[in-house]
């Protein structure tokens, strides 16, 4: 029960218990120490509850950067049958940092696009910790172009920091492609799945975020960027973070007050990183069901409510001679 | 290309049905003909106001008062009345300082013929978002000290008589950031421009990118714009965007890169991260003349550098080109 590779400050209640735990389990015991023992069992339960319902808004951030927190190749062999991974941008690269491929969920053939974080250090360099390049945006647009072009549903699933901040990028278009894709996928005409699995920063996650439903599993986040950007800016000094994390409102509660996601994935008590199998069979639940009314629906109407529900978006106020009101855009 | 391939390959049966203009004719243009009775008077106070030289506006980064100024092209002191006769272009250097919204509407449109379109939309703080100050009172204050309600001017007027749907970002206004105001009335206008089958010109001056204060919903304004040019594209409207300094962020990775032509006032700093942010992400020094609109040439991003003096028959122009 108490493995866990790494350990997150706000975890070291739940561990000392569950390491307790173990360690009783593991020998002979007491009356009193089989008390005990009853007893971390319950209160174990309880600890997470009570954590994970009071997590702050940045250690929601550490809780959606958790090292052991499902990536995207985890929920390609846990929540899809096949995955055939499809490479490079036929142009510059093939940017581990978005995979892409056509996959099987359930009767579903679909084409998958997600950011790639990695595990291993060599992984996690070579995919630059899930920032992508222009040609990782250059490929997953020309994958779904394929994918429209033989009517299969696209499913986005988004990690990421942020697209990534450097000279090649600049020189190949970093503005260009997010803008590009968000063009492509504003009327490309087959259904489109987005969920953020983990971190949703900025303009790199939006980049393949515009679909006809969004999701984010419970403890996501999803911003206009990241808090130690935000607290540089603002307040001068990335110390600050927290406080800029507070007043970002990312948190999934915070996307559905404002109107910006159409559903939360519960994850599994403890985060998704203590049971990535459970997380997954909840995400193809949610996939499942998603497409089932999608792909039911005719293009042209899919692409007017694709369009309205961005339209939609944001808060103004509208000035008249008797003062000023709320207005839906 | 992109754009090209969405017409060919998608949605055969759609046809001629495409854009859905019943999806947004009441989002926009109802909501505007609707209240037009109501907002004519806060319309007319705006559309005069700007008719004014905006002097007020005019004291801001990188325009100081007074009769002399330092230029931050060639740090020359230049006397200010000689460069407002070269609409705010440096006479010793070429360097293009900042011009107002305002201005850059008188600049570009023949005289007297803007008309603002939903000036009458202002902003509110969604998040309650406190930095070192409250949002509500940075509102405030900028303001007053800019005299606009928010980033983004738009409207419709004529360039060398030729009717266009026009946008322009203010980079004095929280950096022409663009939250929720910045994306509403860019959305309407380009819907406005769809359904009367008019050139779009946008130009940006927007550092800011995204704006911070209204946080998800201003990076969704990337997402409703980027839609609504798609729709535009669709419907074969000609869209010319041109940057102007500096554009970062969520805006240059929005409607800023989506122009069918794409023009840029020369050494505008353009581009997606910001230099700080590169710098200390990969720690060595960013070679010279990075991100400016010369570097986007180069690399391929940009269709023409065209000087302020020239950027008025540069768009009539290629209007012609594509609708003459
Ligand atoms: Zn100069």
């Known amino acids: 029960m108490a493995k866990g590779l790494h350990r997150l400050s706000l975890e ?72 055939v991974e499809l490479h490079g941008d036929r142009s510059f690269g093939d940017d581990r940092a978005m ?14 696009v997600g950011h790639q974080k990695g595990k291993t250090l ?27 072009k033989f009517g299969l549903p ?17 020189e190949r278009g970093q503005s260009l492609v997010i803008a590009d894709s968000m063009f492509l996928m504003a009327t490309l005409p087959v259904p489109i799945v987005c969920v953020v699995i983990g971190e949703g920063g900025s303009g790199g996650a939006l980049g393949i975020g515009l679909g006809d439903k969004i999701a984010v599993l419970e403890h996501a986040y999803y911003s206009v960027i990241s808090p130690e950007g935000c607290a540089g800016i603002l307040w001068k ?50 996939l499942v069901r998603t497409l089932r009314e999608l792909v039911a629906k005719p293009t042209n109407e899919l692409l007017a409510t694709r369009y309205t529900k961005f339209r939609q978006m944001g808060q103004v106020l509208e000035r008249s001679p008797e003062g000023l009101k709320p207005s839906k855009p | ?55 007020a506006s005019g004291k801001k980064r990188g325009v100081p008062e007074g009769l002399w100024q330092m230029c ?36 570009l449109l023949d005289a007297g013929t803007f008309e603002e379109w939903n000036a009458h939309l202002e902003p509110t703080d969604p998040l309650g978002f406190i930095d070192k100050k409250p949002y509500a009172d940075r509102l405030k204050a900028e303001q007053k000290r800019t005299g606009l309600r928010d980033a983004a001017l738009t409207g419709t007027g004529m360039i060398r008589a030729r009717r266009v749907a026009v ?28 359904l009367e089958k008019l050139p779009l010109i946008i130009i940006s001056a927007s550092g800011g990118g995204a704006r911070m204060h209204e946080g998800i919903l201003s990076l969704m304004q990337m997402a409703k714009v980027s839609a609504a040019l798609a729709l535009y594209s669709r419907s074969g409207g000609l869209y010319i965007s041109v940057i102007t300094n500096p554009t970062m962020g969520g805006v240059a990775a929005s409607f800023a890169s989506l122009g069918d032509l794409i023009f840029a006032e020369p050494r505008a700093l353009i581009g997606f991260a910001g230099p700080r942010t590169i710098k200390a992400t990969i720690r060595v020094e960013l070679p010279k003349g990075f991100q400016t609109s010369e570097f986007l040439l180069e690399h391929g991003f940009i269709d023409r550098i065209v000087d302020r003096k020239d950027l008025k028959s540069e768009i009539a122009r290629v209007i012609d080109y594509c609708r003459g």
Not at chain 1, 99 to 112: C, E, M, P, S
Not at chain 1, 133 to 144: A, D, F, L, T, V
Not at chain 2, 78 to 97: D, S
């Open chain 1, 12 to 83: 070291r209640p739940i561990y000392e218990c569950e390491d307790r735990i173990v360690e009783l389990e593991g020998r002979t015991t007491s009356i009193d120490e089989q008390e005990e023992l009853r007893r971390l069992r319950r209160d174990v339960v309880e600890m997470k509850k009570r954590i994970f319902r009071e997590l702050s808004p940045w250690e929601t951030v550490e809780v959606a950067r958790h090292p052991d927190r499902p990536k995207t190749s985890d929920y390609l062999s846990l929540v899809f049958d096949e995955f």
């Open chain 1, 99 to 112: 995979l892409t491929g056509f996959a099987k969920l359930d009767q579903y053939k679909v084409l998958v």
């Open chain 1, 122 to 148: 060599a992984e996690r360099q070579a995919c630059h910790f899930g920032c992508a390049h222009p040609e990782g945006y250059r490929k997953s647009m020309g994958k779904m172009r394929l994918a429209a």
């Open chain 1, 154 to 170: 696209v499913i986005c699933l988004i990690d990421t920091p942020g697209a990534y901040p450097g000279i090649g990028a600049e």
């Open chain 1, 237 to 286: 000094s990335a110390d600050y973070k927290a406080e800029a994390a507070k007043s970002l409102r990312f948190r999934s509660k915070d996307l559905v007050e404002f109107d910006v996601i159409d559903s939360v994935i519960e994850e599994p008590l403890g985060g998704a990183h203590r049971d990535p199998r459970q997380m997954a069979v909840r995400l193809k639940t949610f």
């Open chain 2, 1 to 55: 290309m992109a754009r090209g391939d969405i017409k060919t390959t998608s949605d055969p049966d759609n046809g001629d049905k495409w854009p859905p203009i019943a999806a947004f004719s009441q989002t926009a243009h109802t909501t505007d003909s609707e209240s037009s009775d109501t907002v004519k008077k806060p319309v007319s106070e705006e559309t005069a106001k700007l008719k004014r030289p905006a002097r």
């Open chain 2, 72 to 107: 931050q092209g060639c740090q020359a002191t230049i006397f200010r009345k000689e460069a407002e006769q070269l609409l705010n272009v440096c006479p010793q250097c070429g360097y293009h300082w900042y011009v107002s919204a305002a201005d850059r509407i008188t600049q």
């Open chain 2, 167 to 194: 946008g322009v970002t203010d980079s004095a206004f929280i950096m022409g950031s663009m939250g929720s105001v910045v994306g509403e009335r860019l959305a309407r206008l380009i819907e406005r421009a769809t």
